[in-house]
């Protein structure tokens, strides 16, 4: 069964500098995406960035960025110039490329962002 | 709608009651997942639908939950004799033919149930 892990529970970062959150998963499948989605305080989760397995280039969207370590299982989120607007829970999570659509979430990183 | 509409927001039921919990997808989206969370858990996995299709409910926890999408827009997710560690927020998510491909899930605020 597939597993998703995140062993920070909670992360402080200075406005401005760069936070890393880490993220392992464990699979037997070679096709899937991975995806990090932020959850504010009112609860509605969004998509902040998604990596194909399948490619070797890890994924940038602005500020956000991934290290994608496929042979290790790992997959961590890394923002850099921290806004206050950032603070919030992380949620790494898996899916199958094809076959089921079914989202596997790990327990969260709350990050805090110090003004 | 211009998003993932769930409703009631807040819930309290009496152990042993019956709830209905309902999501208003983003129009047009054919795929609609519900999830639990704890406190302080991520989002585990009850049922996904493709249209009016329930095609996996394996995270359902028991028989006491039911989850229907009729016409496949509008969802309701249904516990029966609600117990006190069914107390969670429940999300719905939604996501249309492009971007269930892409994998980007489209969440509403949740329902938040409280069994006393």
């Known amino acids: 069964a597939q597993t998703v892990t995140q062993s920070q529970p909670e992360m402080s970062v200075q406005e401005a500098e760069t936070v890393t959150l880490s993220c392992t998963y464990d699979t037997s499948e070679s096709d899937y995406y991975l995806f990090w989605y932020k959850q504010p305080p009112s609860r509605q989760m969004i998509l902040v960035i998604r990596?194909?397995?399948?490619?070797?280039q890890n994924a940038t969207e602005n500020r956000f960025s991934v290290n994608f370590q496929k042979a290790a299982k790992s997959f961590s989120l890394k923002i850099s110039d921290s806004q206050l607007g950032d603070a919030a829970m992380y949620f790494c999570?898996?899916?199958?490329?094809?076959?089921?659509?079914?989202?596997?979430f790990g327990t969260g990183t709350r990050l805090k962002v110090l003004a | 709608g211009a998003g993932v509409s769930q409703s009631p927001r807040y819930k309290v039921a009496k152990r042993g009651q019956d709830v209905a919990l309902r999501c208003d997808p983003i129009?047009?989206?054919?795929?609609l997942f519900w999830y639990q969370q704890a406190l302080g858990q991520g989002p585990e996995f009850l049922t996904y639908f493709q249209n009016e299709a329930q095609l996996d409910k394996s995270g359902l926890p028991s028989d006491r939950f039911f989850a229907e999408r009729p016409e496949g827009s509008v969802s309701t997710l249904k516990i029966q004799r609600t117990q006190q560690e069914d107390s969670a927020v429940y999300l719905c998510?939604?996501?249309?033919?492009?971007?269930?491909?892409?994998?980007?899930?489209?969440f509403g605020e949740g329902s938040r149930l409280t069994v006393l």
């Open positions: 129009s047009g989206h054919v795929s």
């Open positions: 998510a939604s996501s249309g033919y492009q971007t269930v491909n892409t994998g980007e899930l489209f």
């Open positions: 990596q194909e397995a399948y490619k070797q």
């Open positions: 999570a898996y899916r199958l490329y094809s076959g089921t659509y079914k989202y596997i």
